[in-house]
């Protein structure tokens, strides 16, 4: 039986960002844009819902804070966040490692 299996996950490049430390959401877009090379640009339309359902299923938090008068939502990783992330970062590799492999047995020499 075939396990369903998501490669690329929004959620575990958000929870990775708040991971290293609390930020709010511009920040959080700047950052995976930044650290992906430019390769990935979420933008807040996509990434909002994404936090609010990581807010609803209590892996992370949220609190504001003012700055230059301005309130800024920051979100913070919970415990649960965290494990939750560690699993997700485990089911990445081995769909990565199975591609590879699909990769590697359909083409042999060609790939290498």
Same mark, same amino acid.
């Given at each position: 039986?075939?396990?369903k299996n998501s490669f690329f996950?929004? @959620?575990m490049l958000l929870l990775c960002i708040i991971a290293k430390q609390d930020c709010y959401g511009y920040e959080i877009t700047k950052q995976i844009k930044t650290?992906?090379?430019e390769l +990935? @640009? +979420?933008k807040e339309g996509t990434m909002y819902p +994404?936090?609010?359902k990581l807010l609803d299923e209590n892996y992370i938090s949220s609190y504001e804070k003012v700055i230059d008068r301005k309130v800024r939502v920051y979100y913070h990783i919970e415990e649960k966040g965290k494990e939750k992330l560690l699993e997700m970062i485990n089911e990445f590799n081995n769909a990565v490692d199975g591609i590879h492999n699909v990769i590697k047995e359909s083409l042999g020499e060609a790939y290498e």
């Open positions: 039986m075939a396990r996950k929004l @959620d650290y992906s090379h +990935i @640009d +979420i +994404i936090l609010y």
